[in-house]
């Protein structure tokens, strides 16, 4: 079945150093989104992508589709503390809605 | 916020006894979702719903029966709890075929002993 992996696993950065996750899919995907889990809570939307190489831009968060549909990635430019948290993708594959997240990066942040 | 919630949002459980947890919203929403979390693994898809008494199977859905009978309440229910099953679940909901964003609840921490 549909496989959604992510790396890395873990990022500790300094503040002010920038940071990126990436999303692979073992099938090309109708769309990728990403989500921000912070600490304690539960996961808030970030983002949709769609189109094949597609790139959209929130403030200092770059989120970027791959030309076959197959991968994505996220860079954040100089981190801050705010930044802290996990970040998921997910994928749908097909016309389901069944929604596949990959393991997620957590990202922590030192001052 | 999203009108999501779940119940309970904590639960301690025996090996082999049933375990349901409930997610209602209020937004109207065709799709709805039973995620399971853990350490290592992420979100991890257990059924979801694309309306009432129309639910499919997710990535981890043994173990795992789910009920759809109106459009605002989804239940997951865990015939006989095992060790395995403690987790982080959470229920979603999505305005598919439209944004197809995820709106998540707080999350029911479930613990088998």
């Known amino acids: 079945g549909q496989q959604v992996m992510q790396i890395p696993q873990y990022q500790h950065v300094q503040e002010g150093e920038d940071f990126t996750t990436y999303c692979n899919s073992s099938t090309t995907l109708s769309n990728i989104q990403w989500y921000k889990q912070r600490p304690g809570g539960h996961p808030v939307f970030l983002i949709q992508?769609?189109?094949?190489?597609e790139v959209k831009k929130q403030k200092r968060l770059t989120f970027q589709f791959g030309e076959a549909k197959k991968n994505s990635s996220l860079h954040i430019t100089a981190t801050q503390t705010t930044d802290v948290g996990t970040y998921f993708c997910?994928?749908?594959?097909?016309?389901?809605?069944?929604?596949?997240f990959g393991q997620g990066t957590t990202l922590q942040v030192k001052p | 916020d999203a009108g999501i919630t779940q119940s309970p949002r904590h639960k301690v459980t025996e090996t082999g006894t049933p375990v349901t947890l409930r997610c209602h919203q209020t937004e109207n929403h065709r799709y709805m979702y039973w995620y399971r979390q853990d350490p290592g693994h992420g979100l991890r898809l257990i059924h979801y719903?694309?309306?009432?008494?129309?639910?499919d199977k997710g990535e981890v859905s043994d173990g795992y029966s789910v009920s759809r009978s109106k459009t605002e309440d989804f239940l997951l229910t865990l015939e006989s709890a095992t060790s395995s099953q403690t987790s982080v679940y959470f229920c979603?909901?999505?305005?598919?075929?439209?944004?197809?964003?995820?709106?998540f609840g707080e999350g029911s921490r479930l613990t088998v002993l």
């Open positions: 979603a909901i999505s305005d598919l075929p439209n944004t197809g964003e995820l709106f």
């Open positions: 997910a994928g749908h594959s097909g016309n389901t809605g069944k929604l596949i």
């Open positions: 992508l769609v189109k094949s190489g």
């Open positions: 719903s694309y309306g009432v008494k129309d639910t």
